[in-house]
């Protein structure tokens, strides 16, 4: 049964830690999502990839947040230097271009304090 | 840029009684469009899909959408939910091999 996987799936960390969320897309699959839930603000897409290139990231803060696709199973987000207000679930999808849904992980429940 | 507009946040529903959630898009050229869950505590799960052809989508668990091109919308509906539905409900847009956009969600309460 193909899955997304992430891990971690739940993470307590000091404020000023960095965070490393990582994601195994399906395999085959060439399009990557980040998106981040919140009470306040609903789901948000973080950053998006493409055949491991970074197609839109503009819904991140550049400032602490980054993307990454190392090679076409793994796909990692950190976070550095990490925040209260970053506590959210965080969801990563893959699916395939164009026309197919997107399939989503069970999600990395982080929590800064 | 696409966006979604779900304009139910909130719906409480009794068991038995019908279901219509709201999904208005912006973008007018081809879309994909989708209809996610989420049940408490869970990640989002494909309901239903609308690539092309009949626009009216059948899914899981007796769920069904409507396209309708002319209004940009694409409604959720369910002629008796069960408590078992209680989740939130995303419906979602793909402009056709782009980015997935969500909408804000709706939260359905189905009181026993």
């Known amino acids: 049964d193909a899955r997304v996987t992430q891990t971690p799936r739940h993470k307590v960390t000091e404020m000023g830690q960095e965070v490393t969320m990582r994601c195994q897309p399906i395999?085959?699959?060439?399009?990557v999502f980040w998106y981040r839930q919140t009470m306040m603000q609903g789901l948000e897409l973080l950053a998006y990839f493409r055949n491991r290139a970074p197609l839109d990231d503009s819904g991140m803060p550049k400032d602490r947040f980054s993307a990454e696709m190392p090679d076409a199973t793994l796909a990692t987000l950190k976070i550095q230097p990490s925040e209260p207000r970053d506590s959210a679930v965080y969801f990563c999808?893959?699916?395939?271009?164009?026309?197919?849904?997107?399939?989503f992980g069970q999600g990395t429940r982080l929590t800064v304090v | 840029a696409q966006s979604v507009s779900q304009h139910n946040h909130h719906v409480i529903l009794s068991e038995a009684a019908s279901l219509e959630l709201g999904c208005n898009y912006s973008?007018?050229?081809?879309?994909?469009l989708f209809w996610y869950v989420q049940y408490p505590g869970q990640h989002l799960q494909l309901l239903l899909k609308y690539f092309s052809g009949d626009p009216l989508v059948k899914g899981i668990k007796g769920f069904e959408a409507e396209f309708i091109k002319s209004k940009f919308s694409f409604n959720l509906r369910k002629p008796s939910v069960q408590w078992s539905d209680t989740a939130e409900y995303f419906c979602?847009?793909?402009?056709?091999?782009?980015?997935?956009?969500f909408g804000g969600g709706t939260r359905l309460m189905v009181k026993p």
């Open positions: 395999l085959g699959h060439n399009t």
């Open positions: 979602a847009v793909n402009e056709a091999g782009n980015m997935l956009t």
């Open positions: 973008y007018g050229g081809t879309v994909n």
């Open positions: 999808a893959s699916g395939l271009r164009g026309y197919t849904e997107a399939f």
